[in-house]
């Protein structure tokens, strides 16, 4: 996020096309957000049996849920990571605190009705419920008020939980095939061939799901040179074209 909040302003500044900033984040917003995807995913799939065998089998088996749970918020918290960086890089930060408000109190309260029942992994599905219920009503309206003339509301809902549906069908996948190979292979055997193989599938659904939902128009390569001519800006005249 720290390469996308240097890199936003930067190439923003370099033409004064209308709807530039716009068109900007919702181009960059899924290649960074598809970095943290394949991240938090691989955990998701991975993380509970590194738990087991760095725990036991006991208290691995009971931090297993909460972790997959708090990796399913990550994912469904990348969209939101994604316009604060918009809001805040075009001073909405009045819309940004009060979307960041309307969110807190909806997951504090869904907290403390399943924490009553469910304990840690109660609290973890608040969590993800209050941002499920809040964050992409947010963002329906700010795409209504900001986005509109650039792509309709329903498409840039799209685009915007596009990595983290995406990640759903991936993570699925990835941990179907995890199963398998424990019901073929030791444990151990098992947990290293899946550690290989599901971040090469997740990546790889995530690169189709981005050439299927993106595309490769001109005005996405119009905006690569703005990036790339961005980059040169930040790192003082060196080649970019490498980085993109």
């Not at 809040?134 to 596009?162: D, N, Q, S």
């Amino acid at each position: 996020w720290s390469v996308l909040r240097a890199l936003f302003p930067a190439a923003s500044s370099l033409s004064t096309a209308p709807q530039e900033s716009e068109r900007l984040i919702l181009n960059y917003g899924w290649k960074i957000s598809m970095v943290g995807a394949g991240l938090y995913a691989a955990v998701f799939v991975l993380g509970p049996d590194f738990l087991v065998f760095w725990l036991g089998a006991e208290v691995g088996s009971q931090a297993a849920p909460v972790l997959r749970v708090l990796m399913a918020v990550a994912l469904l918290g990348l969209p939101s990571a994604v316009m604060v960086q918009y809001l805040l890089g075009n001073g909405l930060t009045k819309w940004c605190t009060l979307g960041g408000l309307f969110s807190s109190v909806v997951s504090i309260l869904t907290t403390i009705i399943f924490i009553r029942k469910y304990g840690l992994l109660g609290a973890a599905w608040g969590g993800f419920l209050g941002l499920a219920l809040t964050r992409p009503l947010f963002h329906w309206w700010v795409a209504r008020r900001k986005f509109r003339e650039v792509i309709a509301p329903g498409k840039f809902m799209i685009r915007l939980y596009g990595v983290f549906l995406t990640c759903a069908v991936a993570g699925a996948a990835a941990v179907g095939l995890h199963h398998a190979l424990k019901l073929a292979c030791p444990p151990l055997v098992a947990f290293g061939l899946s550690a290989m193989l599901s971040p090469i599938l997740i990546m790889i659904v995530l690169l189709v799901a981005e050439a299927t939902i993106m595309g490769h128009s001109s005005q996405v390569r119009e905006f690569n040179a703005y990036a790339k001519a961005g980059l040169r800006r930040i790192l003082g005249g060196k080649p970019a074209a490498a980085l993109i």
